[in-house]
């Protein structure tokens, strides 16, 4: 059984900056992609940033590009998403998710965390 679990959301001031952390239990994902989606208030969930199996080659949404970045510890098996300049567009709850197979960077996102809370205000 795959376990995700978020930490290092709470709310900040408009230009401030977070790192959110996921930590896998269970087994683990070294060899899944993983990435970062957010749900904000009344949207559908969207998604943020992700990468490989082999945790490089990271992808950005273009709203979040040249302020987060997205890294991963494989040898503790942890994704981490840096983010900077946060402004009211980016208050949400964000999902840690895993793929579902190894070595693969086109199986469907299969293990979802429970979310941690960001909120920026002016």
């Known amino acids: 059984q795959v376990q995700l679990i978020e930490s290092g959301g709470g709310s900040v001031q408009i230009g401030d900056s977070l790192k959110l952390s996921c930590a896998a239990s269970?087994?683990?994902?070294?060899?899944?992609?993983m990435g970062w989606f957010r749900q904000g208030p009344g949207k559908e969930r969207e998604f943020v940033a992700s990468l490989s199996w082999n945790g490089g080659s990271p992808v950005y949404a273009n709203s979040v590009k040249d302020r987060f970045i997205i890294s991963r510890d494989s040898t503790e098996n942890h994704l981490h998403l840096e983010m900077n300049n946060l402004n009211p567009e980016d208050t949400a709850r964000y999902y840690c998710a895993a793929r579902r197979d190894a070595y693969s960077d086109y199986s469907p996102y299969a293990y979802w965390g429970q979310g941690t809370q960001v909120t920026v205000s002016s």
């Open positions: 269970g087994r683990t994902l070294i060899a899944n992609g």
